[in-house]
C-alpha cells in the first residue's frame, strides 16, 4: 500500500468520523428544548466563562444520570441547547449542580466562593477570593439561575418501578370518606388492610418513628438522620409513588431499611395507607369499639406489688407517656396532631366501669382508628399485665394500691449515685426548660407539688420546696447524687416517673441542677449577670412588632391572655402581678417583684417567650402558641397599667 492511499485513506477515515461524531449530530439531533434549559444573559454567560475556566467543572458536574435519584431529575438532551461548548463536567468531587438554581441566595452564592470552608468546614473547594466582585457577582448569578429555578423543597421523583404506583382502590376508596360519615368499628380497620399495617408499624417502624409518628422513637433519637416526621411536609403529602418507593428501597444515608427484602407488596402498602390514615390525615373517628373478645376475657394473673407496679411504670415512662403524659390525663408531650386525642384516665364516668380485659385488650389489640399501638407486637403478656396494674392503681385508682414503703425505702439509690456531684457543664437554664415540660404538669411551676395534671393522684406530686431538703441531713455533692438517683429511678408506688427510661444523663442532672438552685438552695448571688432580667431587651426580640403579628398571623386580645396567665404566671406573679404569689412562700430566692411601671412590650413578650437566664422564668415556648404568648402580654401589660392598643 502507497503512502499515498495511506496518507487519503486515513484523511478519508477521520473525516467520515468527524461527519459521523460530530457533524452529523449538529445537523439532525434537536431535542426539544426543556424547562431548564434558558438563554444566557451576557452576565451568565461570563459568569459561565468563569466557572469553566477556573477550573470548577472539574470537581462538579451539570448532568444528572440514571442512579443519581438524590440530585434532581435525570438530565434531558434539551436541557443543553443554550450550552455551547456543552461542557458537563468531570469526576463529581463536589456536588451535581444542576439544580442548584435559587436554593440558596445570591450573597450566600458569593460568600461560599469567597470561603467554602466557613460553610462546609471539610470542603476541599478553594477559596476563590481572588476573583473581583464583578466576577463573583458574575458566577453568582450563573448559579442563581441553573436548573428548575424553583425555591421549594421538593421529594426526589421516584425512578422505575415505583413512578406513578399507587394503592389498592379499596383502601383509597376508605381514605376518601369524609370526616363527617367516619368509618366505624374494628371490621371497617380490618377490611381496609390498616389493622395489618399497624401490626407491620408496631413491629418493624415504631422504634424509629415513635408512636405519635413524628420520627421521635425511642431509638430515633441515636441516629445521625432523625427519622421522618409523618406529620409535616414532605412527607405528610408524599405521593404514593414515593411513599413505596422509599419504604421498598430505603433511603440513602440514613439507617431506613429496604422494606422489599422482607415484606411482601401488599404489607408494604398496608403500611403505607395506615401512616397516611392515622399520622400524616388524621381526623376524629368513632373506633366503635365494643366489648372485649372472648380471648381477652381475662383477669390480671400479676399479684399487686410494688415490683409490678414499678415495672408497669417502666414501660409507661418509656413508652406511654409522651402520648398519655406523666400523670395519665392524656397531656403527653407528643400528643399535637393525634386523633382522637389520648383519653384522660382521670374520669370515673369514663373507666370506673372498666375491667382488667378492658385495658389489656386495648394495650394488646390498639384502639381502630387510633395510633394506639398493638403492643403484643413488643410487649410480652407479663409486661402489658403491668401496664394494667400501674394504670389501675395510679392513675383509674381502681384497684387498691399496694402498701406504701417506708420514707427510706421509697426511692433507690445506689452507692455509686449518692457520691455524684453536678457536672460543671451542666446548664440551669436547660433544666428549667426541661422541668416546665417534664414536671411541672404535676410538681407545679412554684415546685409547690400544686401542679394542674397531678391534683388528683394517690400519693400527691411532692411538694419540692421540703421534700428534697429534707432528704439528707447537709445540702452538699450527696444531696445531688441522691435526688440524680430519685429522677433516674423514679420513687416507688407513685406517679413519679422512672426518667432513667427516657431522659439521658445529662438531661437528669440538669433537672438536679434546676431543682437545687431554684427550690433548696437558693441561686448563687452572681448568679445573674446578664443585663436581660433588669428590663433590657435581647437582641433577638428588639424589632419585635405586635403590629405586624396583628396584620399578618392574628389578632391580640388582652381577655383572652387571663386565664393562660392565672394558669401559669399567678402562683409566682400573684393575680394582679405584685409579685409574691401563692406558690413563692416557701421558695428559698423568694417570689419575683412587682411588675415594673411601664414595662417594654418587647421585653414582656421575650420573657414570656424565652424565659430570663439564670432565673426561675420560665420560656413558655414549649408550652404556649405565639397567639397565647400575645394574648398574656397584653394582659400582663394592663396589669402594669398600661392600656394595651391605646
Not at 424589632?543 to 396583628?550: C, N
Request: with cysteine.
Amino acid at each position: 500500500m502507497t503512502f499515498k492511499v495511506v496518507l487519503w485513506g486515513g484523511l478519508a477515515v477521520f473525516l467520515a468520523v468527524v461527519a459521523v461524531a460530530v457533524l452529523m449530530p449538529a445537523a439532525i439531533w434537536n431535542p426539544p428544548t426543556t424547562l431548564v434549559a434558558h438563554p444566557y444573559t451576557a452576565e451568565e454567560l461570563y459568569g459561565r466563562t468563569l466557572f469553566y475556566s477556573n477550573g470548577c467543572n472539574y470537581c462538579h458536574t451539570q448532568y444528572v444520570r440514571d442512579v443519581d435519584t438524590g440530585m434532581g431529575p435525570v438530565s434531558q438532551g434539551g436541557d443543553y441547547n443554550y450550552d455551547d461548548p456543552m461542557i458537563l463536567g468531570s469526576e463529581r468531587t463536589g456536588p451535581d449542580l444542576s439544580y442548584v438554581g435559587r436554593k440558596r441566595n445570591m450573597q450566600w452564592e458569593i460568600d461560599h466562593l469567597k470561603a467554602p470552608r466557613d460553610y462546609s468546614p471539610m470542603s476541599l473547594m478553594p477559596d476563590y477570593n481572588f476573583l473581583s466582585a464583578s466576577q463573583l457577582q458574575a458566577v453568582a448569578t450563573y448559579l442563581f439561575y441553573l436548573g428548575d429555578r424553583n425555591a421549594a423543597e421538593f421529594m426526589i421523583t421516584p425512578p422505575a418501578p415505583y413512578q406513578f404506583a399507587s394503592g389498592p382502590i379499596t383502601v383509597r376508596a376508605l381514605q376518601a370518606t369524609a370526616a363527617s360519615a367516619p368509618p366505624q368499628g374494628g371490621s371497617t380497620f380490618k377490611e381496609a388492610g390498616l389493622y395489618d399495617g399497624k401490626l407491620t408499624y408496631v413491629s418493624r417502624c415504631i422504634t424509629c418513628h415513635g408512636c405519635a409518628g413524628n420520627g421521635l422513637g425511642t431509638y430515633g433519637g441515636t441516629l445521625v438522620v432523625t427519622p421522618a416526621n409523618f406529620k409535616a411536609d414532605p412527607f405528610k403529602d408524599m405521593p404514593h409513588d414515593q411513599w413505596l418507593w422509599h419504604v421498598s428501597e430505603g433511603v440513602q444515608g440514613t439507617v431506613m431499611p429496604p422494606w422489599k427484602q422482607q415484606l411482601t407488596v401488599k404489607q408494604r402498602w398496608d403500611v403505607i395507607h395506615y401512616i397516611q390514615t392515622v399520622y400524616a390525615h388524621p381526623f376524629e373517628r368513632d373506633p366503635d369499639e365494643g366489648d372485649p373478645p372472648f380471648a381477652y376475657q381475662l383477669k390480671d394473673p400479676l399479684t399487686v406489688a410494688i415490683s409490678n407496679v414499678d415495672a408497669g411504670k417502666r414501660t409507661w415512662t418509656r413508652e406511654c407517656s409522651v402520648c398519655h403524659g406523666d400523670a395519665g390525663t392524656g397531656m403527653g408531650i407528643y400528643r399535637q396532631g393525634i386523633e382522637p386525642v389520648p383519653p384522660d384516665f382521670n374520669d370515673p364516668a369514663g373507666y370506673d366501669g372498666y375491667t382488667d380485659a378492658d385495658y389489656y385488650w386495648r394495650i394488646s389489640e390498639g384502639v381502630p382508628w387510633t395510633a394506639m399501638p398493638t403492643w403484643k407486637e413488643v410487649f410480652s403478656s407479663t409486661e402489658r399485665w403491668q401496664l394494667v396494674m400501674y394504670i389501675r392503681t395510679m392513675f383509674t385508682q381502681t384497684v387498691p394500691a399496694p402498701s406504701q414503703p417506708s420514707a427510706e425505702n421509697s426511692y433507690v439509690v445506689d452507692a455509686v449515685m449518692k457520691t455524684q456531684a453536678i457536672p460543671k457543664a451542666i446548664d440551669y437554664d436547660t433544666g428549667r426548660q426541661q422541668f416546665l415540660k417534664q414536671c411541672a404538669d404535676c410538681h407545679g411551676l412554684a415546685g409547690d407539688g400544686n401542679g394542674s395534671e397531678g391534683a388528683y393522684l394517690n400519693p400527691k406530686p411532692a411538694n419540692l420546696t421540703t421534700a428534697l431538703a429534707s432528704s439528707v441531713s447537709n445540702i452538699s455533692d450527696h444531696y445531688d447524687g441522691v435526688t440524680f438517683g430519685k429522677i433516674t429511678n423514679g420513687i416507688n408506688d407513685t406517679a413519679m416517673p422512672i426518667w432513667g427510661e427516657f431522659l439521658n444523663a445529662d438531661m437528669r442532672w440538669a433537672d438536679v441542677k434546676f431543682l437545687k438552685y431554684s427550690f433548696t438552695t437558693g441561686l448563687p448571688a452572681s448568679a445573674n449577670q446578664s443585663h436581660y432580667g433588669k428590663g433590657d431587651v435581647p437582641i433577638e426580640y428588639v424589632r419585635t412588632d405586635a403590629g405586624i403579628f396583628q396584620d399578618e398571623i392574628s389578632a391580640i386580645k388582652p381577655a383572652s391572655g387571663k386565664p393562660i396567665f392565672e394558669k401559669y404566671c399567678s402562683t409566682c406573679h400573684g393575680a394582679e402581678g405584685h409579685g409574691h404569689g401563692p406558690g413563692t412562700t416557701r421558695l428559698t430566692g423568694g417570689g419575683p417583684a412587682a411588675f415594673a411601671p411601664n414595662m417594654n412590650t418587647a421585653y414582656v413578650f421575650s420573657a414570656i417567650r424565652g424565659g430570663i437566664p439564670d432565673s426561675m422564668m420560665y420560656g413558655f415556648l414549649p408550652v404556649l402558641t405565639e397567639t397565647q404568648i400575645w394574648n398574656v402580654t397584653a394582659y400582663t401589660l394592663e396589669l402594669d397599667g398600661q392600656n394595651w392598643g391605646g
